[in-house]
Each structure stands twice: as C-alpha cells, then as structure tokens.
C-alpha cells in the first residue's frame, strides 16, 4: 500500500492538482474544466479496484475513531488493564 501512496502522491504533484488546490485555499477560485480534467487523469491512472480498497479502508478507519471515541472509557480501561496484567506477571 505504501508503494501506491508513494504513486498517488507523484501523480498528484506531476499533474499539478496540489498546486491547483493550493491556488483554490489561497485565492478561492478555481476552474472546473481544469480540476475535471485533472481528477480524469488521476482517475484514469490508478486502479479502479485500489480506488475502491482506499476508500473501504477510509470509511472503516472512521468507523473505528468513531468507536473508539464513543466507547473511550471501556477501550482505556481494558488498556490499563491488560498493561497492568502483563507487567505484574
């Protein structure tokens, strides 16, 4: 996976999307012909499949923090608590 970020984040700098995002958070204009254009050939460069298993990943990445979040009190004390089994032994 790391080899494909490694890809994706050449791809985005060769095809000068960070720099047009970067004039989109400066100045908050933008054309759409060009960022289309630009998101076609990022799209049309990279797996169909790993676009799919990139957001899959993302979407189970949030739903993880989400729980974690909401059940923080039960996840810290089972940490403790196995830290405390492990080291007293």
Known sequence: MLVFGGVISD???ESEIGGLIGD????KE???STLRELS???FGEIPQWLIVLY????????ILIGTVIKNWKAVSH????????WFNL
């Open 78 to 85: 089972k940490t403790r608590s196995l830290v405390r089994y």
């Open 55 to 62: 957001a899959g990943g993302l979407i189970l990445g949030c």
């Open 11 to 13: 791809m985005i700098v």
């Open 24 to 27: 989109f958070m400066k100045e």
């Open 40 to 42: 076609g050939v990022l």
């Open 30 to 32: 933008y054309t759409y």
